[in-house]
């Protein structure tokens, strides 16, 4: 079992920046495939990025050279840094891991881009 909480949603300008974290607890940290996803409004969800503990690194085309996920294993964390926010980037984020054959989910925060 695994248990997630992301943290650092809120409002911001477009063109402005936030950084969101995930922060793992139960399973094996360093063995957890780890993504950001998110459902905006009336849509369905949809990967962001994914960062497994090998280090290969997906994107999903809409957020490439905006956004960066990391990870830090010695904190049970994963962080998903945005840039260069656009109001179509309005959203729940939801953080999820995948491990020993299942899926986790976060609860989801909320990020709002608008002027």
């Known amino acids: 079992q695994v248990q997630l909480v992301e943290s650092g949603g809120g409002s911001v300008q477009p063109g402005g920046s936030l950084r969101l974290s995930c922060a793992a607890s139960?399973?094996?940290?360093?063995?957890?495939?780890m993504a950001w996803y998110r459902q905006g409004p009336g849509q369905q969800r949809e990967l962001v990025a994914s960062?497994?503990?090998?280090?290969?690194?997906k994107y999903a085309d809409f957020v490439k050279g905006r956004f960066t996920i990391s990870r830090d294993n010695t904190k049970n964390k994963v962080y998903l840094q945005m840039n260069s926010l656009k109001p179509e980037d309005t959203a729940v984020y939801y953080c999820?891991?995948?491990?020993?054959?299942?899926?986790?989910w976060g609860q989801g925060t909320q990020v709002t881009v608008s002027s």
């Open positions: 139960g399973g094996i940290f360093s063995r957890i495939v």
């Open positions: 960062r497994s503990s090998g280090g290969i690194i």
């Open positions: 999820k891991a995948s491990f020993a054959m299942a899926d986790y």
